[in-house]
């Protein structure tokens, strides 16, 4: 078999790497500071060569996510979207980074926390929104929910419910590229709960012995609902499980969202050119409950509060200011256009139909079968 | 036509489909290299490649998995189980994903996939190795299930199966890939899905039969027509979905029925077409429907034990008895 030698880990993952673990008490002012100092340092490194458009379109959509998961919430509270609903607020950069560096028609799968995937990969915030509030208008028809979201002609392949369960089947839409000879490559996101799981270490497996053109990103967000990695997992670098696979794999600070787009550019060259996979720990944070229902007592307001001041959009907005690449003007603008964008989606969804009861019997089978009738 | 095996038949299908469709592969553990652990899918490494035959990794989970994750692009996987007792490490990505995609996506994912392998019972491998999981299988909409249980129905299903656009579950019985049928030569031969097959017509007792019980309930039929009971002897060959009229006009026609399977009685199949047979034919049943079914214990390796959980003939004639009043 042949061999290949790791990335080496970004040098940024590795001072990230000290900020786990339950915080009792808020950090002191003077090293927040400084954190926030070095991350900002390192993220304005990382504008070198990006235009002015690719950078405020990032920023964009991050606003977007955290727009729409607002409202979601919003609407979640007063009844209009039922069932289970798991807000990306915190999360934002990891899905808009990682997208921006992929085609079109590149595939994404992920688990159920995904309206920001969606979002990300161009569905709009009319088809995610009608979708939660359960209307034929939605993505899905109304039949899949808040985790189950598809958009064929964006290859957006869900939005998976089983925690791990979308690594296997990313591991597949891989295989199908290299089996057609095509260049696309796969981007499969999970919680780092799913690390735990048969699926992610049979997949990787497979993904390297065959070579197989997917990029495995872990979204490591420190809690599998309200477990902490330190309560579940023996080994916590979890990049490092990459090791067992003789897989390729990144480190990457997931509240800088240039620095998961370069991890990911990295990996989506390796995918195109060779084949080969990679493995990309994201360490990120959400600031919301696992679900809208969470008690949220197994974690301080402190430690909430410190990965709070590390908000991806704020320390994007931030630094894009500083650089004079927005001024407070266009970013207010931004802010309106987006949350009239958003407030259009809410209307959308509650204006539309139900789906018609007939649908629940459609959809079941692509070649259905009336018993016997072929006699 | 030609006099072959049911393994014979099920290769030819395989080779026959992977000529025809390059988006048809296999996979599965031995299926290469090996020539399947119980040679199904032997000399189509030879003649495919291992692009196209691929062996796996022992990770049920994982190539199945794949496997939907290939067909929701375009790919028509056929993938092996060495047997369908490890299915069993797979039923995550059989159910919650295969199942449910073209459902929970809107219409957008069908999975045009074949799980495939030999299942029901086989000889003295104890209860790991050995049972009958059909029912679970059926219990789910968005798969299909079909248990051929004669050559010529094991090639023709089987190609329908690869060309349906929907996951289909296609359990082989572990004893009979050896047993012998006339199969029609044409390529493209098929039998659709879905449909009922009476393999014996019969006017006094209607016997449901299905994969290794319908040799054993023919045999059954040959005996008791000597008593002179006529038994007609259907053989859904697709669970689900079942074709139920084929049985209810049998029922209406001979006002007896046996049901036959080597599956736990508890939830069976058979439980199902009973129940159905209580809502659309009760009124024309003479007698009880009666139930023959593997016993309700995990299987045996004591080869004398293992006779006592299969249902055989003298079951089987005991129950058309009963049925008929004849004792």
């Known amino acids: 078999m042949s061999k290949q030698a790791a990335e080496p880990r970004s040098r940024a993952g590795a001072e990230e790497k000290s900020a786990t673990g339950v915080i009792e008490a808020p950090p002191d002012p003077e090293t927040l500071k400084r954190d926030q100092a070095a991350a900002k340092e390192r993220q304005k490194d990382r504008l070198s060569g990006l235009d002015k458009e690719t950078l405020i379109g990032l920023y964009r959509q991050m606003l977007l996510i955290r727009r729409f998961e607002e409202k979601s919430a919003e609407a979640y509270s007063s009844g209009k979207i039922g069932g289970f609903c798991h807000l990306y607020i915190g999360q934002e950069a990891v899905a ?19 309206h920001g995937h969606a979002i990300a990969k161009g569905m709009s915030c009319d088809s995610v929104m009608a979708e939660l509030f359960g209307k034929v208008t939605g993505c899905s028809k109304g039949k899949g929910g808040s985790m189950h979201m598809f958009d064929k002609e964006l290859n957006f392949l869900g939005g998976h419910g089983i925690v791990g369960g979308q690594i296997p089947l990313a591991t597949g839409t891989a295989f199908a590229s290299k089996y057609k000879g095509t260049d696309q490559v796969t981007l499969c996101f999970f919680g780092e709960a799913a690390v735990n799981q048969g699926a992610f270490h ?30 579940a997992m023996s080994l916590r670098d979890i990049a490092q499980k990459a090791c067992a696979y003789e897989m390729a794999s990144e480190f990457v600070d997931g509240m800088d969202v240039l620095a998961v787009r370069e991890a990911v550019q990295r990996a989506v060259e390796r995918g195109r050119k060779s084949y080969f996979p990679t493995l990309i720990e ?84 692509a070649n259905p079968i009336t018993p016997g009738r072929a006699k | 036509m030609a006099t072959i095996t049911i393994r014979e038949a099920l290769n030819q299908a395989l080779r026959e489909e992977l000529s025809r469709d390059q988006n048809v592969f296999l996979m599965g553990e031995e299926v290469a290299a090996y020539d399947g652990a ?20 022992i990770t049920e989970l994982g190539f199945a998995g794949l496997g939907v994750g290939a067909a929701m692009v375009g790919l028509r996987p ?23 995609m073209l459902y929970m996506s809107g219409g957008q994912f069908n999975i045009p996939i074949v799980f495939r392998g030999p299942s029901g019972s086989a000889f003295q491998v104890s209860s790991q190795h050995s049972q009958a999981i059909e029912s679970w299988y059926a219990l789910f909409p968005g798969l299909k299930v079909v248990m051929p249980s004669t050559a010529a129905d094991a090639k023709g299903l089987l190609k329908s199966a690869i060309r349906d656009d ?34 014996r017509e019969g006017t006094d007792v209607t016997i449901v039969a299905r994969s290794l019980m319908v040799p054993i309930a023919l045999k059954a039929a040959e005996a008791l027509e000597k008593d002179g009971v006529s038994c007609e002897v259907i053989d859904p060959r ?45 009124d024309y049943l003479d007698a009880p429907v009666k139930r023959v079914s593997g016993a309700d214990v995990p299987m045996p390796y004591a080869k004398n034990l293992e006779q006592l959980a299969v249902p055989d003939v003298q079951q089987i004639i005991a129950a058309v008895r009963e049925v008929a009043y004849l004792d």
Not at chain 2, 171 to 199: C, H, N, S
Request: with cysteine; proline share 5%; glycine share 4%.
């Open chain 2, 166 to 199: 929907d996951p289909v579950i296609f359990m082989e019985q572990e004893r009979m890939y050896g047993a012998k049928g006339e199969v029609p030569e044409d390529p493209d031969f098929t039998i659709p899905l879905g449909v009922a097959d009476i393999k």
């Open chain 1, 202 to 231: 049979e997949s990787l497996n497979m993904a390297q012995l065959w070579k197989l053109p997917c990029i495995y990103i872990c979204e490591n967000n420190q809690y599998g609902m309200g477990t902490s990695l330190e309560r």
């Open chain 2, 238 to 282: 697709t669970i689900r979905p079942l074709d139920i009229d084929t049985i209810i006009e049998s029922v209406k026609k001979t006002n007896r029925i046996v049901l036959a399977e080597e599956s736990h009685p508890v939830c069976s199949v058979n439980a199902e077409i009973s129940a159905q047979i209580m809502e659309h034919a009760f």
């Open chain 1, 282 to 365: 994201v360490r990120t944070y959400r600031f919301m409950g696992h679900s809208m229902s969470d008690p949220g007592n197994y974690r301080t307001r402190a430690e909430i509060e410190k990965y709070q001041e590390r908000d991806p959009i704020k320390l994007f907005s931030t630094t894009l200011l500083e650089e004079k690449i927005v001024d407070e003007k266009l970013l207010a603008k931004m802010d309106e256009e987006i949350r009239e964008e958003v407030e259009r989606s809410v209307k959308f969804a509650d204006e539309s139909p139900l789906p018609p009861p007939e649908d629940l019997f459609t959809d079941v089978y």
């Open chain 2, 78 to 100: 056929v993938v092996e189980f060495m047997t369908f007792n490890f299915s069993i490490l797979a039923t995550d990505q059989i159910i919650n994903s295969a199942a449910k």
């Open chain 1, 96 to 114: 808009v980074g990682a997208i921006s560096a992929i085609r079109k028609d590149d595939y994404v799968l992920t688990s159920y926390r995904e």
């Open chain 2, 38 to 57: 119980y040679k199904v899918t032997k000399g189509l490494l030879a003649e495919f490649g291992d692009k196209r035959v691929i062996d796996t990794p």
